[in-house]
């Protein structure tokens, strides 16, 4: 029997018993003083002294009777609430069992009632949990090869350093290397360290000029776009946005730094921030696969598969710019420039 019905068939006993129990005790009690009350009925000579102290008898003993109905109530309902809840109950023990170790578990019954849709939205939370677990195993074992190669790099140069005497020249030149390679440390673990606060959310919400942020960060890079022989355009329309300057200002940060790195020489950058989108960046670049994009947002996801190569980035930009835009419930989507390279449009709640 479905939940439905036990939850029914008990509320409609219940409301037969509620009616009927004020006179359930005096029909009892009726039925038990019948045969003596027709007796004193007679009026026959001595009766007044037996049929007296039987009606006294029969009105002490009413409360009792009645409390012993309601006892009996009370425990029926107590037996009806726990066969109702049967199912819930047949439904956590295999759910108590659930763990990392089996997280692929689920229940998967049959019917429309609804335990059967309880059990399909734990079966759907099992999966939303399973892809998240999933997620954060893939994502340390990338950040795990991604510490490796660069600390495996430092080991060896050390060791080359320590095997033989160096010139001046190989001394500066192996300085040189270990100064890059525990610089893209520095950036990777700074990296990993925003992901992980974007990601748990906003402390605070506070208004903040969106496009004087983006005006200030465009500003800082105006040298090295120079240096990458990157023309940069802006058009910048005064927009509030509700959040954390810190981690918006991280946000443009990514998105103009990943459009300088990955341009090329005499191409442009081109900024805008407005209603809707409330941030466009589009580059020059290479041209960028439509397959590909997605994939560009997963943490130390890029283009190429090469883990040491450009400018020392360590693929976490683009994961950063969405951790951060749906921590201001907003969209990040990308799609390929017409011209090459990759158009980026983040909406933004007003």
Known sequence: MTPRRRVALVGVLALLVGYSLPSLGGWLLNVVWLRGQRFCDLSLPGTGLVCQPARELAAALYPLTMLGVLVVVVVAIWAAAVWCLRPVRDLAEPIAHVGPQNLGHRLRRPGRDEMARLSRAIDEMMERISAGYEGQRQFAA??????????????????????????????????????????????????????????????????????????????????????????????LTPRVVAGERVLLERLVTNLVENAIKYNRPGGTLTVAVGGTPALTVVNTGQVVPAEAVAGLFEPFRRLAADRTGHGGGAGLGLAIARSITQAHDGIIAARPAESGGLRVEVRLPH
């Open 142 to 235: 990338n950040a795990s090869h991604e510490l490796r190669t660069p600390l495996a790099v430092q080991r060896t140069l050390i060791e080359v350093g320590m095997a033989r005497t160096l010139t001046g020249e190989q001394l500066e030149l192996l300085t040189s290397q270990l100064l890059q390679t525990n610089e893209r440390n520095e950036r990777l673990i700074e990296g990993l360290l925003t992901l992980s606060e974007s990601d748990q959310g906003l402390r605070s919400r506070t208004p903040q000029r969106f496009d004087e942020i983006v005006a200030s960060v465009l500003a800082g890079y105006q040298d090295r776009a120079r240096a990458a022989g990157v023309t940069i355009e802006s058009h």
